[in-house]
Nanobody, 126 residues
Framework: HVQLVESGGGSVQAGGSLTLSCQYS?????MGWFRQSPGKEREGVAT????????YYADSVKGRFTISQDTAKNTLYLQMNSLKPEDTAMYYC???????????????????????WGQGTQVTVS
């Protein structure tokens, strides 16, 4: 069973940086970050296929966000640079224990494939 705990959210000015962390209890094939803001669908921001390190990034964050993991510390990270007001959202860490590579980092991830979620951490950019 997977338990996820996010941290690192907060309020920052446009152009600033922020790093989110997600500590997990058990490793999964696929780990990722999703976000949701009022009036919008929950979207996959970035995912990593832990068995190979392959990653996926939404077009809106490419070149600005970086997903990484420290397996020794059971921690997933999302480094966010050049933040924009439109990045404002609740960010969630999610895990899909048995999800194949093609559904994890080969294309835009579907939230329904992820069975384990953290409580969320708010990111506000102004």
């Amino acid at each position: 069973h997977v338990q996820l705990v996010e941290s690192g959210g907060g309020s920052v000015q446009a152009g600033g940086s922020l790093t989110l962390s997600c500590q997990y209890s058990v490793v999964s094939n696929c780990m990722g970050w999703f976000r949701q803001s009022p009036g919008k669908e929950r979207e996959g921001v970035a995912t990593i296929y832990t068995r190979s390190g392959g990653t996926y990034y939404a077009d809106s964050v490419k070149g600005r966000f970086t997903i990484s993991q420290d397996t020794a510390k059971n921690t997933l990270y999302l480094q966010m640079n050049s933040l924009k007001p439109e990045d404002t959202a609740m960010y969630y860490c999610a895990a899909a224990p048995l999800l194949p590579l093609t559904y994890c980092s080969g294309r835009s991830p579907w939230s329904g494939d992820f069975g384990y979620w953290g409580q969320g951490t708010q990111v506000t950019v102004s």
